[in-house]
């Protein structure tokens, strides 16, 4: 029975961490859905592991991974990270991020991308070697590496459908 409300508390604070990268005034009400093949709690590391296909959706905030591991604190159980690993994925209307690992973190309220990390927003492409989001600031820092240079490739908006003449 303890072992089930633990994995009740970490699914309702799980919901805050999904729902911190959504933008201000977004669906943080609405309700959150994970599916996976497996999910397992343990009191002791204070995790839940949800293993085997993961889907977390929130309204149009949809996040998919072989993997999704919520880390709780010691003190009040509030979410201290969740990390997702495996063909991550997490899409949002039109924009989609890819890559092998990712990584919320509560207080710096500030999401990880690494592992060939790419953000697609329509045509246009953000690659790197780590992709992070602050959530707070709304905005985003791409760094390379030695072997990865940051690379972004945007299409222009086509002047003729914008009603803008072409040359």
């Known amino acids: 029975m303890k072992h089930m409300l633990i994995a009740l508390v970490l699914l309702a604070t799980l919901g805050q961490a999904l729902a911190a990268p959504l933008p201000k005034g977004a669906q943080k009400d609405q309700p959150i859905t994970i599916k996976s093949n497996e999910l397992s709690s343990d009191s002791k590391s204070r995790t839940a592991t949800f293993s085997g296909k993961v889907i977390a959706r929130q309204g149009d905030l949809t996040i998919y991974a072989d993997r999704l591991v919520v880390y709780y604190k010691e003190a009040g159980g509030d979410v201290d990270k969740v990390e997702t690993s495996g063909n991550v994925r997490i899409v949002q209307g039109d924009r989609l991020a890819t ?33 992070t989001y602050y959530v707070n600031e ?9 072997e990865t240079r940051v690379e972004a490739v945007i299409h222009p908006k086509d002047k003729a459908k914008d009603g803008g003449a072409q040359r």
């Open 138 to 146: 709304e905005k985003s820092v791409v760094t390379g590496g030695p």
């Open 99 to 131: 890559a092998r690992e990712g990584v919320y973190f509560s207080t710096e309220q500030k999401i990880v991308l690494t592992g060939d990390p790419k953000v697609f927003q329509g045509e246009n492409t953000v690659t790197g070697k780590v992709i």
